[in-house]
């Protein structure tokens, strides 16, 4: 399932944000940019994207090193991510002070994540999954959530501290919550992140996750209509 995490969880537990057929899906437009195939190597693979995305556009998506592309297809750039999965060493536990965080949050979600980057989040996103956040004075300045759920696995995303409250250990405890409620459902926890966020790796092997696999992130784009 962690191999192709995306289209496990596509046509598993997020079918109903889904869109596309048996051989390529993507998540909503206004929910979450992330792709799939089922393989690179199926035959119709390729008019199986256009027919999802259309001509002349953009799938979240690239095949691995040694799949050549047909004529007309383009590689976008590629970025190298990492992914991690818990280990029993991960302390999962509730926090107290952690509120559920939904539709009315929305706005607040989208600025803190606008300033800190930690990954696409979208108006629809926190339907992937529950999120959870830290307010000081009212105002949303931590937060964490759950993102793809491929079978048996959920993934934490969107972990993200506004820049004045770091240090105070807010993202550590937004995880561990998380955590404790994905094993709560009787699942195991990974995440993604970017080969070059060393500090965000570190954090996450603090706590007790290793590294699985390196990942590429990638687009194609689709031959213009003839």
């Not at 596509?10 to 979450?32: C, F, K």
């Amino acid at each position: 399932m962690l191999e192709n995490p995306a289209w496990s969880s596509l046509t598993g537990e997020h079918a109903h944000l889904a869109q596309g057929n048996d051989l390529a899906r993507r998540y909503l437009p206004d929910v979450s940019p992330w792709s799939a195939v089922r393989s690179w190597t199926e035959p119709g693979v390729w008019a199986a994207i256009i027919d999802l995305v259309g001509p002349d556009a953009d799938f979240f998506g690239a095949p691995p090193e040694g799949v050549p592309l047909p004529e007309g297809w383009a590689a976008g750039e590629v970025g190298w991510g990492v992914q991690l999965v818990e280990t029993d060493d991960v302390a999962g536990r509730p926090d107290d002070e952690a509120v559920l965080l939904g539709a009315a949050d929305v706005p607040e979600m989208l600025d803190l994540v606008a300033r800190t980057r930690p990954g696409p989040f979208l108006p629809r996103t926190h339907e992937m999954g529950r999120y959870v956040g830290f307010r000081r004075d009212g105002r949303l300045v931590a937060m964490a959530g759950e993102r793809l759920r491929p079978e048996g696995w959920t993934e934490i995303s969107a972990v993200a501290t506004d820049e004045r409250y770091r240090g105070q250990g807010l993202a550590s405890r937004l995880a561990l919550d998380v955590v404790h409620h994905v094993r709560e459902r009787g699942q195991r926890a990974m995440l993604h992140a970017a080969a070059g966020n060393t500090n965000a790796i570190r954090l996450y092997e603090s706590l007790g996750f290793v590294l699985r696999r390196r990942v590429a992130f990638g687009t194609l784009h689709t031959p213009a209509a003839r």
